[in-house]
């Protein structure tokens, strides 16, 4: 026999009733409603990872602020969105973000974030001097040594650039859990990166921090197409954006079919200047859901290639 008809259930957001099927969150609750709640660290593809604290919610009955995420929707829940409780937290979280990583590139909706909580990265003081190359990568769980006070500790460090597909720019990452969903089980099942560290030392990492070219890793790329903030990305991109000549607004993007196999993966394919400068895929496509292989994502450089 098959699954039965859906229940539904009714909770109250911000005096309005919402009616969502059972197992939705209140983060879906609140879109029914187009009641916005800003993210970071969710993605609708992957696994909530409740890393930024972001979305929190008050929820009558609940002693603290819940992440609207990952917390089930449950009859007669009532919800607030927007008190004086959950403005703080959701300014507290994105001035210790922005006092320590960069997030120039994690989009318009975050800068309008900003600006909506009166974020001021200044009240935790001046920013502490870059880490040198590698000096984040070794560090030991429990040996932090804080910087002595008077600035703001923060990720800062040099770019890994390793190859010509992709770079890691981690004084971007917000570890928000994203890329370590998407190399594990929600989409390539490769496992070839995590969490290392604990506290503010905390980074990802392959295991023993091997590089990446000696790791698990496939190279599918499908950690840059759910980053948020830029802390991954397309090595043509990067070094356009190094030479001043990234230029979205003189780009095109055309959906294809990827041409390797029969799978029929949808590619998005980004052109600027007669020349492809990156791939991605949809998330709402029934057979990638935003994700693809290392030939779908960076195999098109034959199409541009002078000897052919």
Request: with cysteine; hydrophobic share 35%; proline share 6%.
């Amino acid at each position: 026999m098959g699954p039965g008809p859906k229940r539904w259930v009714e909770v109250v957001v911000d005096g309005t009733t919402a009616r969502v099927p059972e197992g939705a969150t209140l983060l879906e609750a609140c879109r029914s409603l187009d009641i916005e709640i800003p993210t970071l660290c969710y993605l609708e593809t992957l696994t909530p990872a409740n890393a930024c604290r972001l979305c929190v919610v008050e929820l009558e009955g609940s002693r603290a602020l819940v992440p609207a995420c990952s917390r089930t929707a449950v009859a007669g829940a009532v919800v607030h969105t927007d008190t004086e409780r959950v403005r703080h937290s959701r300014k507290l979280v994105l001035e210790l973000l922005t006092s320590s990583v960069d997030l120039s590139l994690a989009g318009p909706q975050v800068q309008r974030w900003m600006e909506q909580y009166q974020v001021r990265a200044e009240n935790f003081g001046p920013p502490a001097p870059p880490a040198a190359e590698g000096e984040r990568d070794h560090r030991l769980a429990g040996h932090h040594h804080p910087n002595g006070g008077g600035q703001a500790e923060t990720v800062a460090q040099p770019v890994k650039v390793h190859d010509d597909l992709y770079i890691r720019d981690y004084s971007r990452c917000i570890l928000c859990y994203k890329c370590v969903e998407a190399c594990g089980e929600d989409a390539q099942n490769t496992f070839a990166i995590a969490v290392a560290g604990r506290g503010f030392d905390a980074r990802i990492s392959t295991e023993f921090d091997e590089p990446l070219n000696e790791s698990a890793c496939v190279y599918c790329g499908n950690c840059i197409g759910v980053c948020p903030t830029g802390a991954l990305m397309f090595k043509s991109e990067f070094d356009l954006r190094r030479k001043g000549t990234w230029d979205e607004s003189k780009q095109t993007v055309t959906r294809t079919v990827c041409p390797y196999c029969g799978v029929g993966c949808n590619l998005d394919v980004h052109v600027q200047d007669n020349r492809i400068v990156k791939a991605t895929s949809p998330l709402d496509h029934s057979v990638t859901h935003g994700h693809l292989c290392i030939k779908g994502r960076f195999g098109w450089s034959f199409v541009q290639s002078g000897e052919t």
